[in-house]
Structures are given as structure tokens and as C-alpha cells.
């Protein structure tokens, strides 16, 4: 799987206009997963493209407050207020929009507007988030292979289905298991190795299967979720039963870079965090879900941590919380039975 995210990661750099790229006329959800795709690795000015061309879409509200969070420029909040304004208003006159774009895109912008002390902005959103739960857990969604992780179809066809192999908790629940979360990245870094070794190549295609590959790896597996302008991050890993081990170097939030690795032997999970480039430590928020049914002991940089932890016996699933200042190298050692 390394070397599939290794290629998304080269395709994704790579990129340096989007008007080139738009041999045909895209569809929003395709321009939101490649806005995405480029914000997980650092292509900054690709995702400001791709923001500007989901204007006037149903879209705009998740790329818009994504945005922020991964590279911290609140300023666009300002230089979009025309279009986060129009957006909301679509929200109050279509009913029909997908609840999808309507939490998820006014979760994020409700953040956007919390992360600079707009409470006022930031409630005018908060109000759009639907509270209705639904009968959904990791432990009776199972799905079959999806049709839309197929070489004929590279990308998903709803707003639903990309925030389900993107690992997203909608109304509070993760569709996908951990177990499926792994097998849907490294289907899509399958296909797009065999769609790259056609003879016939369809450079968008790639282009697509790239940003869904880092996304999936880094929002659902890895399970980032940046707040650059609070100067926070939280990582909060669902690590699946066959996993052994990820390393991830050069991880670009806003102004900040950081390295974080994971190592597990037996029932021994090892995290390693440093941040590499920044202005001030990052507070990182840690909270990693595990294969097991209790947790033994919690180590912290070496010394005994006594921290809280959950466990979910239908699952055997347990997850805590660490929080800590990136001033330093740090490392979190979780035993698990």
C-alpha cells in the first residue's frame, strides 16, 4: 500500500493548473474529492482552485471550511463571504440538498468561524447540523464491494458515498469499519497501480484514484482532522486487525510539518509524533481506536499514564485520549488484551 500512496502523493504534487486539467466539464463532487486530495498533501494552490471553482455549489460548504482547517487562511472566510452567504441561502431554499453537504459542509464552517472567535458566524451555521441519529454502527454496517471502486468507475457517484470510504462520521457514526476502511484504500491504490500500467491512459482518472487514495488513508484510516488556524490538530487512528505498521513523513497543515509513525507488535501499539517545521508547538490532540477489549497500561514519552479508555465488547474495539504539546518528539505506547 505504500507505494500506491506514494504515487497519489507524486500525482496530486504534481499538479499545477486546473483549467489544463478540465478536458471535460467535471462534476462538483469529482472537483471536491481532487480539493481534498490536494489539501492532504500540501498542493495549496491546486485546493484554492478547486474552492473557487465549487462556488455556487452544494459543495462549497465542506471544500470552503476544509480548506481552512488544513491550511489555517481564514482570510478566505472574508474573501468568500459572497459565496459562503449564497451557499447558506441555498441551504434555506432547497431542501433537497444532500444532508451530507449540509452537516458536513456547515460542520466545517462552523469550525472555520470558532477557530477565529466568531461565535456569532460560527452558531448562523451550527444550526444547519441535523441532530437526527441513525440506526448505523461499525458493528452492523457490513457492505460488499462497492461498484464505484472499479476501474470503469473511478469515483464515487453521491456526496454519501465519498464520506463513507473518506471514513467520515456522519450524525456521529462511522459507516465503515476499520478492517473496511483498509481494504477500500488498498483497493484504491490497486486500481490506480493497474490503471497507470494501461496502455491507454486517462490522466483525470489517475488524477481522481489519487486524491481518493490519500483522503481515505489520511481522513479515514489515519483519521486527521486539522484545525491550523487554533493551532490543534487531531489524529485519531482506526487501526485495522492486519495492520502492522504506516509511516507518514512531511505532513504539511498550514505553516507546520510534522512526522507521525505507528509500529504495532502483538498487542503493543507504538506512536511516534514530531513536528518538523512550525512557528510554535502544535497541540495534538490523540485519540487512537484499537483492536482489543481492555487496555493494560498507557505509556507516555516512557512513563506510566493514567488515562481514561473505552471499550466496545461488540466491536473489540477500544479507544483513549492523550493530549500533548509537540515541543518535542513524543511518543504514546498503548498495551492492549
Known amino acids: 500500500m505504500d507505494s500506491g500512496l506514494e504515487q497519489s502523493r507524486d500525482i496530486l504534487l504534481d499538479c499545477s493548473d486546473f483549467q489544463e486539467l478540465t478536458t471535460e466539464i467535471f462534476e462538483d463532487l469529482e472537483i471536491l474529492s481532487l480539493t481534498l486530495g490536494w489539501l492532504g498533501v500540501g498542493n495549496y494552490p491546486m485546493a484554492y482552485s478547486g474552492l473557487k471553482a465549487l462556488a455556487d455549489t452544494p459543495?462549497?460548504?465542506?471544500?470552503?471550511?476544509?480548506?481552512?482547517?488544513?491550511?489555517?487562511?481564514?482570510?478566505?472566510?472574508?474573501?468568500?463571504d459572497g459565496p459562503i452567504n449564497k451557499w447558506k441561502g441555498h441551504l434555506d431554499s432547497d431542501p433537497s440538498v444532500s444532508s451530507i453537504y449540509r452537516n458536513l459542509g456547515a460542520g466545517a464552517l462552523a469550525a472555520a468561524y470558532h477557530s477565529r472567535r466568531d461565535a456569532s458566524s460560527a452558531q448562523s451555521f451550527e444550526k444547519y447540523i441535523s441532530n437526527e441519529k441513525k440506526d448505523l454502527s461499525r458493528n452492523n454496517a457490513r457492505i460488499q464491494e462497492p461498484d464505484y471502486l472499479t476501474p470503469t468507475s473511478t469515483l464515487p457517484e453521491t456526496?454519501?458515498?465519498?464520506?463513507?470510504?473518506?471514513?467520515?462520521?456522519?450524525?456521529?457514526?462511522?459507516?465503515?469499519?476499520?478492517?473496511?476502511?483498509?481494504?477500500?484504500?488498498?483497493?484504491?491504490?490497486?486500481?490506480?497501480?493497474?490503471?497507470?500500467?494501461?496502455?491507454?491512459?486517462?490522466?483525470?482518472?489517475?488524477?481522481f484514484l489519487a486524491s481518493l487514495s490519500i483522503t481515505c488513508f489520511l481522513c479515514g484510516l489515519v483519521g486527521i482532522l486539522p484545525d491550523v488556524p487554533s493551532g490543534r490538530v487531531t489524529i485519531g487512528p482506526n487501526i485495522p486487525e492486519e495492520s502492522n505498521g504506516f509511516k507518514i513523513q512531511g505532513l504539511r497543515l498550514g505553516p507546520d510539518?510534522?512526522?507521525?509513525?505507528?509500529?504495532?507488535?502483538?498487542?503493543?501499539?507504538?506512536?511516534?509524533?514530531?513536528?518538523?517545521?512550525?512557528?510554535?508547538?502544535?497541540?495534538?490532540?490523540?485519540?487512537?481506536?484499537?483492536?482489543?477489549?481492555?487496555?493494560?497500561?498507557?505509556?507516555?514519552?516512557?512513563?506510566?499514564?493514567?488515562?481514561?479508555?473505552?471499550?466496545?465488547?461488540?466491536?473489540?474495539?477500544?479507544?483513549?485520549?492523550?493530549?500533548?504539546?509537540?515541543?518535542?518528539?513524543?511518543?504514546?505506547?498503548?498495551?492492549?488484551?
Not at 59 to 72: D, L, N, S
Open 159 to 207: 456526496p454519501e458515498q465519498l464520506a463513507t470510504i473518506l471514513g467520515t462520521r456522519h450524525q456521529g457514526v462511522a459507516i465503515l469499519a476499520s478492517d473496511q476502511l483498509y481494504w477500500a484504500c488498498k483497493k484504491l491504490n490497486r486500481v490506480l497501480t493497474d490503471s497507470l500500467n494501461l496502455e491507454i491512459k486517462n490522466p483525470t482518472d489517475h488524477l
Open 59 to 80: 459543495a462549497f460548504g465542506w471544500a470552503c471550511g476544509t480548506y481552512v482547517a488544513w491550511t489555517g487562511d481564514d482570510y478566505i472566510l472574508n474573501e468568500m
Open 257 to 337: 510539518t510534522i512526522d507521525f509513525s505507528y509500529m504495532r507488535k502483538e498487542s503493543e501499539y507504538t506512536f511516534v509524533f514530531e513536528q518538523k517545521k512550525g512557528r510554535v508547538p502544535l497541540n495534538l490532540v490523540f485519540q487512537p481506536n484499537l483492536c482489543g477489549s481492555k487496555i493494560d497500561h498507557i505509556y507516555v514519552d516512557g512513563g506510566l499514564a493514567d488515562l481514561e479508555w473505552q471499550a466496545d465488547l461488540q466491536t473489540s474495539r477500544v479507544d483513549t485520549q492523550v493530549q500533548l504539546y509537540l515541543d518535542k518528539q513524543r511518543q504514546v505506547t498503548i498495551l492492549s488484551t
